[in-house]
């Protein structure tokens, strides 16, 4: 091999020979020009503000830590740490000082997943589409009651379409408020705001509401399940019979306020608590009548029952499937307690003193800029 040639080779393998300067000039170009692409779509992309309600004296968010980790740009992404005592006027107030031109609503227990904010953002690509959410589910290291419990709230006998609010159901699809959850949501500030906002006398159900006016101006709601964030449901029994009387309440105030054709579904619970409480009352009718009435009185009564029992089976068997048995068959009760629950509650709320929005003593909020 000749000096010339050698010098050659050990000029291109020590990176000073002209293919190693074209290699490493076409690599150089190829990554400013990924850098340029992704700034571009960066730039694209539009300003979000992100809404935490939180307690005034409250330390830990963790919404507010899953945040900050978003996979989304920095100069892009607005944190609101809203803080007070009622969770539709913290909302409202939130809306008027976001400079966002989308709104991501969670609750301050709600762990996004990183990739939320890219992927929601991606269905505003249609101007029809005003609002965007997906399932809220229980995490996979939560206590084995708060997964029993999740398996109930999953249930199709429990909770009806509802259920979609805490299982991923189904694909992406046009839907209503009644698979959409306010700890989950992104929706554009414009149209919150030309719908007049949080009704602040509703709490829960404020965002139901809301929904329902935004359907009522021809907006598109989205329900994504592959939009996710993880919360815990309620830590005990307690807890759960609880939040169902407080949903249940918060339906029938709704239903006064805003009465909708899509909230006569609701009414099946508290119907059935009329069932089972009048259920003495039938039997006295029944013995008390002839031979007649002895013979076929019971034939409706028992119809209800033996479809309502094939109906446990049917979800049971259904839930093992999904979620094993070990979570299922401890989910069974459950799923019986939950119209009991809502239905006394809903019935509560049909006799409840309803405040007006304004009407009441001005309440503090505290809005927090968190950098991001």
Known sequence: MTDARRKFRI??????GPRRQRFFATLNFDLWTLNFSFALVNQALPFVTVVIPACPEQAEIPALTASRVLDYPREKLELLVVRGRQPAVQRNAA?????????????????????????????FSNPNVQLVGGPNLCPPDAPAREQVFAVALASWLAFGPSRARYDAVGRLRETSEKELILCNLVARRDALQAAGGFDESLYPNEENALMDALQK??????YDPELVVYRRPRPTLKAFGRMLMTYGRGRAEQFRLHPTAGSLLNWVPPLFCVWLLTFPARYMLVALGGPAARSWGFYPDIAVASAYVLALAIQTAYSSFRHGSKKSLPALPLIVLTPLCYGIGFWRGLFTRLERAGAGPAREVVLEKIDV
Do not use: C, M, W
């Open 217 to 222: 101006r021809g907006a598109k709601l989205l």
């Open 95 to 123: 809306l008027k000082a976001a400079r966002g031109e989308l709104i991501y609503f969670l609750d301050d227990d709600s762990t996004p997943q990183r990739g939320n904010l890219r992927r929601a953002v991606s269905h």
């Open 11 to 16: 000029a291109n393998l020590t990176g000073r």
